[in-house]
């Protein structure tokens, strides 16, 4: 399993950007996808997941501000960002957890991370 992500760059305070994240490699299912950022310095943090059934989860930090959605039937998942702050400057990376493929089950797959860049 494969997860791609596009849409980062940079952005003004109070901007907004659209991140996606397509998943391949002869998926079934997917049962969590997600959004996690990491600063410099700082410990990768949970952003926002959204399961199969479309059940979301926001870190309080982003509540408000961003959305999670997905295309089931196109394995993808979206995080539209709105009134974007210089702490939200990261690494955006893309999480699949829990993925029904050909070959069985996999696990916790990564993207290879999108930069976010608010400047002030």
């Known amino acids: 399993v494969q997860l791609v992500e596009s849409g980062g760059g940079l952005v003004q305070a109070g901007g907004s950007l659209r991140l996606s994240c397509a998943a391949s490699?002869?998926?079934?299912?997917?049962?969590?996808m997600g959004w996690y950022r990491q600063a410099p310095g700082k410990q990768r943090e949970l952003v926002a997941v959204i399961t199969n059934g479309s059940s979301t989860n926001y870190a309080d930090s982003v509540k408000g501000r961003f959305t999670i959605s997905r295309d089931n039937a196109e394995n993808t998942v979206y995080l539209q960002m709105n009134s974007l702050k210089p702490e939200d400057t990261a690494v955006y990376y893309c999480?699949?957890?829990?993925?029904?493929?050909?070959?069985?089950?996999?696990?916790?797959?990564w993207g290879q991370g999108t930069q976010v860049t608010v400047s002030s």
């Open positions: 490699g002869n998926i079934f299912s997917i049962n969590t």
């Open positions: 999480n699949a957890d829990d993925v029904v493929t050909t070959w069985g089950y996999e696990y916790d797959r």
